[in-house]
């Protein structure tokens, strides 16, 4: 009987942009509910845990997996074929492998049109300001519009980097928006820094106000242009994570929060900040901030 670390785990969904094979990975780095892969682009691929929320770039298995305690070690090679993923193991170990043929693939979906707000966004800000005033982050949403600040040395640092990137986007001025991105790009501490997770939301709530206001699609192209060049200053995760944001693409959550916002039908804005509160310790209340401080200033 095989033993649980050489069964063979199967795929439930593979993101809209992950790349067809076959094509060579390379582990870059192994967590608990996760396996970040670099692919022959590239850029990251990310094996995921069965409960962890899907991404465009993410293949998510249909089983609960502890990835750290099954021998996969950073700079292993490994392959990515047309229906399955296999990466090596050492000291004589079978290597790992995931059936991706049954996998249900994603579809690409456009970010969608956002104008205006409503009664659920101020309850939906409400709650996000609850929960970084419970979870002590840095960065806080009330002192971008006008309120306290709570958020120490760094969270004065993101607050003042994010509002002059509201003010150059205001003012359409490519250059200023660009130097205060620059500020934000690996700005905190973490695995996915939280400059880098606002900037995500920002994002991404730029293209869901330019979907509803083409008007504003010149501006925002010469601004994603201008952020893009940036990208290569942070982590290597961060950076898939806004490439993603670039591209119009948001791991799930995010896209939820976007969705509810938007008005799609059984939208919960409320449910989807909670969700995004239980992405790492700050990053989903730090991307939801950016989402809400870019709706505002977006439109």
Same mark, same amino acid.
């Given at each position: ?5 050489? @069964?063979? #785990? ?6 809209? !942009?992950?790349?067809? %094979? ?9 967590? @608990? ?15 995921l845990s069965a409960e962890v929320p ?16 099954? *021998? ?10 047309? !229906? ?7 000291? *004589? ?44 982050t840095d960065l806080r949403f009330a ?22 990137? %509201?003010? %150059?986007? @205001? ?6 928006? #660009? ?53 290569? #200053? ?9 490439? !993603? ?21 059984? *939208? ?17 209340? !730090?991307?939801?901030? *950016?989402?809400?401080? %870019? ?5």
């Amino acid at each position: 009987m095989k033993s649980t670390a050489e @069964r063979v #785990r199967r795929a439930a969904t593979l993101g809209s !942009d992950v790349p067809r %094979g076959p094509f060579p990975v390379r582990v870059h780095s192994v967590f @608990r509910a996760a396996v970040n892969l670099r692919a022959a682009d590239g850029g990251l691929l990310t094996l995921l845990s069965a409960e962890v929320p899907d991404g465009p770039r993410a293949v998510r298995l249909d089983s609960a997996e502890d990835f750290a305690s099954l *021998g996969l070690m950073a700079g292993a090679g490994g392959a990515f074929g047309a !229906d399955a993923i296999a990466l090596e193991r050492p000291a *004589g170990r079978t290597p790992f492998r995931v059936d991706c043929a049954g996998a249900r693939r994603l579809p690409a979906e456009a970010p969608p049109a956002l104008d205006g707000d409503g009664e659920s966004w101020r309850d939906g800000v409400a709650l996000l300001e609850a929960l970084q005033a419970r979870a002590a982050t840095d960065l806080r949403f009330a002192p971008l519009v006008g309120g306290a600040s709570d958020g120490g040395a760094m969270g004065e640092r993101l607050t003042r980097a994010a509002l002059d990137l %509201g003010a %150059g986007v @205001r003012a359409g001025d490519v250059e200023a928006a #660009r130097d205060a991105a620059t500020r934000l790009v690996g700005l905190g501490p973490g695995l996915t820094p939280a400059g880098d997770d606002f900037l995500c939301g920002f994002v991404v709530a730029a293209h869901c106000r330019a979907a509803a206001r083409p008007a504003r699609g010149p501006l925002l192209a010469r601004f994603l242009d201008a952020l893009g060049g940036l990208i290569d #200053r942070t982590t290597d995760v961060s950076a898939a994570f806004l490439a !993603d944001a670039i591209a119009g693409r948001a791991f799930r959550p995010l896209a939820a929060l976007a969705e509810a916002c938007a008005g799609a039908p059984q *939208g919960d804005v409320k449910g989807a900040i909670l969700r995004l509160a239980a992405v790492g310790h700050s990053s989903g209340l !730090d991307a939801a901030t *950016g989402f809400f401080y %870019g709706a505002a200033v977006w439109g």
